[in-house]
């Protein structure tokens, strides 16, 4: 399960590790191995251009089974 995640801050060590613990709770939940990665989300109705604006503080997942 490919869980690509766009981030609006800085993805610092401990960021990307709360990420994988995360995206590790997801796949057990849908019983399916989670491959995180960290870039532009392209697709679904949630996806927006990025613009690293600093006051943004929230990531958007999107899962793809």
Do not use: C, Y
Not at 36 to 45: A, D, F, Q, R
């Amino acid at each position: 399960m490919a869980l690509t995640v766009a981030p609006f801050i800085r993805m610092t060590r401990a960021r990307r590790a709360e990420l994988n613990e995360q995206a590790e709770r997801v796949g057990k939940i849908l019983g399916a191995t989670p491959e995180p990665h960290i870039g532009e989300v392209t697709v679904g109705g949630h996806a927006w251009p990025v613009d690293n604006s600093p006051a943004l503080s929230a990531v958007a997942p999107r899962i793809a089974a």
